[in-house]
């Protein structure tokens, strides 16, 4: 069975760095771009970039370039988005996605940032 | 223009037929994919290649396109199809993707 299962919920202060995991199993972990969406509260899903595990070749969003990093461990089946420094509109769920056709979906990880 | 557009509510009386649709200029080379989202839950795949079913989802799903715009339509509407529906495709690069805006259903 494919499942991409994510890291629990965050709770963090401004300026704090964070990241958060996806990992997969069930399927060929390096065969799949895992792509990261965000969704604010109240809002929409917003595309923020993805990552092919075997290479770690990376496509960012122009939106999110230059705020997150996406990466992967492929050794250990896992995708990761990170933040050098939150802010509180870094406040969402951010679920991770296998490409092509985002059939399998992590539950979700939200994160609040206050200050 | 890497934007995808869709009606932000529409509703369907019970039993009845809806259809949603998604516009932008990436429709006209690329599929599009639709994504049923119930409060609280991940999206679920419910459309792909702008027609396809995944195993488990009603055949009262289905999925069309002309030029611009694709649609997703739901013949004979039930209660459980109220959510929250998203398009989804390429960018007109190619290298990225892009959500649509989202259409709430409403089954009355």
């Known amino acids: 069975e494919v499942q991409l299962v994510q890291s629990g919920a965050e709770v963090k202060k401004t300026g704090e760095p964070l990241r958060i995991s996806c990992k997969g199993s069930?399927?060929?972990?390096?065969?799949?771009?895992i792509a990261w969406v965000r969704q604010m509260p109240g809002k929409g899903l917003e595309w923020m970039g993805m990552?092919?595990?075997?290479?770690?070749?990376?496509r960012y969003s122009p939106s999110f370039q230059g705020q997150v990093t996406i990466s992967a461990d492929k050794s250990i089946n896992t995708a990761y988005l990170q933040w050098s420094s939150l802010k509180a509109s870094d406040t969402a769920m951010y679920y991770c996605a296998r490409r092509p056709i985002f059939d399998y979906w992590g539950q979700g990880t939200r994160v609040t940032v206050s200050s | 223009s890497s934007e995808l557009t869709q009606d932000p509510a529409v509703s369907v009386a019970l039993g009845q037929t809806v259809r949603i649709t998604c516009q932008g200029d990436s429709l006209r080379t690329y599929y599009a994919s639709w994504y049923q989202q119930n409060p609280g839950q991940a999206p679920v795949l419910v459309i792909y290649d702008k027609s396809d079913r995944p195993s488990g989802i009603p055949d009262r799903f289905s999925g069309s396109s002309s030029g611009n715009t694709a649609s997703l339509t739901i013949t004979g509407a039930q209660a459980e199809d109220e959510a929250d529906y998203y398009c989804s495709s390429r960018d007109s690069s190619g290298n990225h993707y892009v959500f649509g805006t989202g259409t709430k259903v409403t089954v009355l």
């Open positions: 990552i092919y595990p075997d290479d770690s070749d990376t």
């Open positions: 069930g399927y060929s972990f390096t065969s799949h771009w």
